[in-house]
């Protein structure tokens, strides 16, 4: 369990400034979802919280050490699932186990593969199979498997349900939420990038709109603890209608207002 504290962030990849003074604390253990349009620069911020690019101004801090490079402390998983793709699904989990746990045997990696296969209900049987032979929902769970086996205290995770139907979608979203909260001592902090808003009011304890051009942030709301929302309650309990019409005007506002400036 891990705080982050992002103190003043500003970044460009080259003049153009992408995020401008974004600051925020998350406290270890909350989920955080990172709403915004498109091209706002919430990959962007999430690849500066994995210590792929360097801010230009201010820094992140994760328990008060800034983040200076990539690190096992901070996993990844993407809409693209990130599978390598010569490699059967166990493969690719057993390569980061090996990476994390350096004195592990490798039948004592395989288990650990099949036991992670497992815990996203998929069956033993495609420890065998390559990602081309997998669906779009089966290659995202065995990311998660992958990101869950090396037990980062942070995950980051990239839109990643936006290409999956609505039912898989649903599915997975259940799945992280139970993953998540089954560590009741060393929850993970996790960051999570949607367009969706329904998304967010479901997973998040933390929700974040970021803005654009240069992307800040316009809005954040935390539950505080006191989340009782559920896919059964989202659409009716007064609290999620108001604060999913908060967002969504929010958002379309951002829309209208990057319109009128293009015109
Ligand atoms: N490697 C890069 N080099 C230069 N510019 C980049 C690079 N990656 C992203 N950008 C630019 O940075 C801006 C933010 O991109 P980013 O992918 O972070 O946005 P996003 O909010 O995640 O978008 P989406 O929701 O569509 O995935 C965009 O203008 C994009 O073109």
Known sequence: MLNVSVKNLSFS????????????????GAFVCLLGQSGCGKSTFLRLLAGLE????GEILV?????????????MVFQDYGLFPWMSAGE?????????????????RKLEAIRRIKDVELLESIFDKRPKELSGGMKQRCAIARAFSIDPPILLMDEPFGSL?????????????????????????????????????????????????????IYNYSFNG???????????????VQLRNELIKIIHNEIQMKTNNKM
């Open 165 to 217: 139907d609505a039912v898989t979608r649903a599915k997975l979203q259940e799945l992280v939420v139970n993953l998540w909260k089954k560590e009741t001592k060393n929850r993970k902090t996790i960051f999570f990038v949607t367009h969706d808003v329904d998304e967010a009011l479901l997973l998040a304890t933390d929700i974040f709109v970021l803005g654009q051009s240069p992307s800040k942030i």
């Open 92 to 108: 690719n989990i057993m390569i980061a186990l090996k990476q994390k746990f350096k004195n592990m045997s490798t039948h004592e």
């Open 13 to 28: 990849y080259d003049k153009e400034l992408i995020l401008a003074d974004i600051s925020m604390e998350v406290k270890a």
């Open 226 to 240: 006191d989340k009782k929302l559920d896919r059964k309650t989202i659409y009716d309990n007064p609290q999620a």
């Open 54 to 57: 360097k801010p230009r101004m």
């Open 63 to 75: 328990d008060n050490e800034p983040v200076l490079k990539a690190g096992l402390q901070r996993g």
